[in-house]
Nanobody
Framework: QVQLVESGGDSVQAGGSLRLSCLVS????????MGWFRQAPGKEREAVAA????????YYADSVKGRFTVSRDNAKNALHLQMDSLKPEDTAMYYC??????????????????WGQGTQVTVSS
C-alpha cells in the first residue's frame, strides 16, 4: 500500500521560495514516475513537474521551467519540489502523485495511480 504525504506549503510574497516535500510510505521503484500537480480555484488540475529513472529524467510545465526543480531522495523515500521566484499565479493546492511506469511519452502529465492530500501554496503580490 503506497501513501503520499505532502508538506511545506505556506504563504509567501512574490519572488520568494518554498520547498515542498512528499514523504512516501510503501515502495515506489526509482524507475517509476513521481511528480507534482497543482490546482487553483476554478481551474483544472495541471501537471507541474515530474521525474523518473532515479531522477535522470525530469519534466516541467512551461510555466515553471527555470524556476522550479523536482528531485527525488531515494535514501529518504521522498520527493521534493524547490520553487523559486514564485509568482501570484503559482497560488494553488499542490499534490504529489506517483504511478507504476516511467514518465516518458507525456505520461507524467496524466499519471493518476497514487495521490497525496495536497499542501496549499499562496503567493501574494
Amino acid at each position: 500500500q503506497v501513501q503520499l504525504v505532502e508538506s511545506g506549503g505556506d504563504s509567501v510574497q512574490a519572488g520568494g521560495s518554498l520547498r515542498l516535500s512528499c514523504l512516501v510510505s510503501g515502495y515506489i521503484p526509482t524507475s517509476h514516475c513521481m511528480g507534482w500537480f497543482r490546482q487553483a480555484p476554478g481551474k483544472e488540475r495541471e501537471a507541474v513537474a515530474a521525474t523518473s529513472n532515479g531522477g535522470f529524467y525530469t519534466y516541467y510545465a512551461d510555466s515553471v521551467k527555470g524556476r522550479f526543480t523536482v528531485s527525488r531522495d531515494n535514501a529518504k523515500n521522498a520527493l521534493h519540489l524547490q520553487m523559486d521566484s514564485l509568482k501570484p499565479e503559482d497560488t494553488a493546492m499542490y499534490y504529489c502523485a506517483a504511478d507504476t511506469r516511467s514518465c516518458a511519452g507525456g505520461f507524467w502529465q496524466i499519471m493518476n495511480r497514487y495521490w497525496g492530500q495536497g499542501t496549499q501554496v499562496t503567493v501574494s503580490s
